[in-house]
Nanobody, 118 residues
């Protein structure tokens, strides 16, 4: 059974940092791109960042460019999201996911809450 488990969320003041982790079990995803998404209260889930299978190529939504950094460790079957200079508008539940294509994801974690206070 495949499981993705996120951790590292919490409450932080604006300007602070958090590092989210997502560890997969049940199968290896070293040949698949992995991404981070978020969903704020009352809003639709949105794309945050994606990293290709080797970790060489990354992409971000415009609102987090220069502040967030996605990385992965295939030996640990894990993907990370370093979030710096956090803003209250970054408050959301953050999910990791495994990509089938550039726009389709099949496995999802249960999410980790990030709250940024002003």
């Amino acid at each position: 059974q495949v499981q993705l488990v996120e951790s590292g969320g919490g409450l932080v003041q604006a300007g602070g940092s958090l590092r989210l982790s997502c560890t997969a079990s049940g199968r290896t995803f070293s040949t698949r791109a992995m991404g981070w998404f978020r969903q704020a209260p009352g809003k639709e889930r949105e794309f945050v960042a994606v990293i290709n299978w080797s970790g060489v190529t990354t992409d971000y939504t415009d609102s987090v460019k220069g502040r967030f950094s996605i990385s992965r460790d295939n030996a640990k079957n894990a993907v990370y999201l370093q979030m710096n200079s956090l803003k209250p508008e970054d408050t959301a539940v953050y999910y990791c996911a495994v990509a089938i294509t550039t726009t389709t994801y099949d496995y999802w974690g249960q999410g980790t809450q990030v709250i940024v206070s002003s």
